[in-house]
């Protein structure tokens, strides 16, 4: 069976740090996009980020820009995302989708 498999997540404080994994089981990365989507409480989807894994070429909602960084492994075969000086407004469950594929996601809890 073939999944993705987020990490990560937690409760943290307003300004602190996260740096989110997602895994694929079953299959290896390729060259396709991969994206970073959040849902937060009462709350439709919201993409995040992406990042073409031929290119490396990244893209980030104005929300997060400056502040998330998507990143790919190669030799991990993992994908990542870097978030820094977390908002509340941060708090959802972060999902990492690929090839018709979402993960579990992993919830991220910014609270003081």
């Known amino acids: 069976e073939v999944q993705l498999v987020e990490s990560g997540g937690g409760l943290v404080q307003p300004g602190d740090s996260l740096r989110l994994s997602c895994a694929p089981s079953g299959f290896t990365f390729g060259t396709y996009d991969m994206k970073w989507i959040r849902q937060a409480p009462g709350k439709g989807p919201e993409w995040v980020s992406a990042?073409?894994?031929?290119?490396?070429?990244?893209y980030y909602a104005d929300s997060v820009k400056g502040r998330f960084a998507i990143a790919r492994d190669k030799a991990k075969n993992t994908l990542y995302l870097q978030m820094t000086r977390l908002e509340p407004e941060d708090t959802a469950v972060y999902y990492c989708?690929?090839?018709?594929?979402w993960g579990q996601g992993t919830q991220v809890t910014v609270s003081s």
């Open positions: 990042i073409n894994l031929d290119d490396d070429s990244t």
């Open positions: 989708v690929g090839i018709g594929i």
